[in-house]
T-cell receptor, first 115, second 114 residues
Framework: GDSVTQTEGPVTLSEGTSLTVNCSYE??????LFWYVQYPGEGPQLLFK?????EKGSSRGFEATYNKEATSFHLQKASVQESDSAVYYC??????????????FGKGTLLTVTP | EAAVTQSPRNKVAVTGGKVTLSCNQT?????MYWYRQDTGHGLRLIHY???????EKGDIPDGYKASRPSQENFSLILELATPSQTSVYFC?????????????FGPGTRLTVL
């Protein structure tokens, strides 16, 4: 079946430093790739999604490129802020039948940014 | 205004007891999902539904049942709760746009089974 592997946390960074969270995936299909973010006490929310290979998604200073050849979708940010402290999930879509689908999530990466 | 709500937000149950977690969505989405979140495992799919009256098994359905009586409501039922089911449970809804759709999550229910 489908699988997603991402950087194991926790990751602790100082404010202003750069972030990379690695994400690799396995699937026999041609998926859409997602990054979700979960702030403390809340449910996950979409950060951005990319449906096509070689395209880049971005939001709130975060970005990731859909690399079909390398089956990767690494999350990057040039300069993190304390407010970026959260759990980040990489995910891919999967057709479970007809027009319906479900998401396969990685295990999540806890990011803590210190002032 | 929150589009996916869950109740209760916190629940303490006893081993062997019955627990029902409820989810309501106002997104008018056909698809709804139940996940559990555990440290080291991330989000794991328990059950999902394509519409009112349908339920499908996800990746870890054992020990759980689901009910979708209407477009808006989706319940997760633990008939005989066990301590291993202590977790945070999230409900989500998603549209019918194939691979382009996203899922919208509720705030979660923290369940403790003693």
């Amino acid at each position: 079946g489908d699988s997603v592997t991402q950087t194991e946390g926790p990751v602790t960074l100082s404010e202003g430093t750069s972030l990379t969270v690695n994400c690799s995936y396995e699937t026999k299909q041609y998926p859409t790739l997602f990054w979700y973010v979960q702030y403390p006490g809340e449910g996950p929310q979409l950060l951005f999604k990319v449906p096509k290979a070689n395209e880049k998604g971005s939001s709130r200073g975060f970005e990731a490129t859909y690399n079909k050849e390398a089956t990767s979708f690494h999350l990057q940010k040039a300069s993190v802020q304390e407010s970026d402290s959260a759990v980040y999930y990489c995910a891919l879509s999967d057709h479970s039948g007809g027009s319906n689908y479900k998401l396969t999530f990685g295990k999540g990466t806890l990011l803590t940014v210190t002032p | 205004e929150a589009a996916v709500t869950q109740s209760p937000r916190n629940k303490v149950a006893v081993t062997g007891g019955k627990v029902t977690l409820s989810c309501n969505q106002t997104n008018n989405h056909n698809n709804m999902y139940w996940y559990r979140q555990d440290t080291g495992h991330g989000l794991r799919l328990i059950h999902y539904s394509y519409g009112a009256g349908s339920t499908e098994k996800g990746d870890i359905p054992d020990g759980y049942k689901a009910s979708r009586p209407s477009q808006e409501n989706f319940s997760l039922i633990l008939e005989l709760a066990t301590p291993s089911q202590t977790s945070v449970y999230f409900c989500a809804s998603g549209g019918d746009w194939g691979v382009y759709a996203e899922q919208f999550f509720g705030p979660g229910t923290r369940l403790t089974v003693l």
